[in-house]
T-cell receptor, first 114, second 114 residues
Framework: DAGVTQSPTHLIKTRGQQVTLRCSPKSGHDTVSWYQQALGQGPQFIFQYYEEEERQRGNFPDRFSGHQFPNYSSELNVNALLLGDSALYLC????WGAGNQPQHFGDGTRLSIL | GENVEQHPSTLSVQEGDSAVIKCTYSDSASNYFPWYKQELGKRPQLIIDIRSNVGEKKDQRIAVTLNKTAKHFSLHITETQPEDSAVYLCAASTETGGGNKLTFGTGTQLKVEL
């Protein structure tokens, strides 16, 4: 049973560039959430996708956008990268449905901005 | 929005001792409280969770308690072992439609010493 997979594992970019991160959910899951984890901090919610639509969004600027595909996989796009965007980006998958559903995380993508 | 505070930020115990980590939350609508263990460079792993209709839940050496009136919940680890050393993250969640977003604490670095 495949868990949540993310790619790439590491990425180095420079200020002003754009980046795309990818996530495949755990088998059977239909909902994908993205989180940003700065060093020494807890993850912060960016947004959540279900049925190819953004369902909830955290306090992140419009530079952060996403997409979900019919096979439930998802992408996170960040434009006009800033030094402060350096972080571990985590994807979590879950079931959509009544009641809070446990979220299962991938290993993350470590993004470094130079 | 929801705010989760977590204490202590670091905790050092002797092998075999118990460890307790405490979290408080601000939104009385929160009704799901998961705990994650995150080893260095690895994904957060769900270790136990509790819903607001339950006051306590146990799973072998791990237990979680919830006090809805005081808006705090705690993780208890008994008979600690070196492999328990990791960062522990608490989170609170409110269901919105069929989805939910997790608001995390800042994490507790637990070190179990021989």
């Amino acid at each position: 049973d495949a868990g949540v997979t993310q790619s790439p594992t590491h990425l180095i970019k420079t200020r002003g560039q754009q980046v795309t991160l990818r996530c495949s959910p755990k088998s059977g899951h239909d909902t994908v959430s993205w989180y940003q984890q700065a060093l020494g901090q807890g993850p912060q919610f960016i947004f959540q996708y279900y049925e190819e639509e953004e369902r909830q969004r955290g306090n992140f600027p419009d530079r952060f956008s996403g997409h979900q595909f019919p096979n439930y996989s998802s992408e996170l796009n960040v434009n006009a990268l800033l030094l402060g965007d350096s972080a571990l980006y985590l994807c979590a998958s879950s079931f959509w449905g009544a009641g809070n559903q446990p979220q299962h995380f991938g290993d993350g993508t470590r993004l470094s901005i130079l | 929005g929801e705010n989760v505070e977590q204490h202590p930020s670091t905790l050092s115990v002797q092998e075999g001792d118990s460890a307790v980590i405490k979290c408080t939350y601000s939104d009385s609508a929160s009704n799901y409280f998961p705990w994650y263990k995150q080893e260095l460079g690895k994904r957060p792993q769900l270790i136990i969770d509790i819903r607001s209709n339950v006051g306590e839940k146990k799973d072998q050496r791990i237990a979680v308690t919830l006090n809805k009136t005081a808006k705090h919940f705690s993780l208890h680890i008994t008979e600690t072992q070196p492999e328990d050393s990791a960062v522990y993250l608490c989170a609170a969640s409110t269901e919105t439609g069929g989805g939910n977003k997790l608001t995390f604490g800042t994490g507790t670095q637990l070190k179990v010493e021989l």
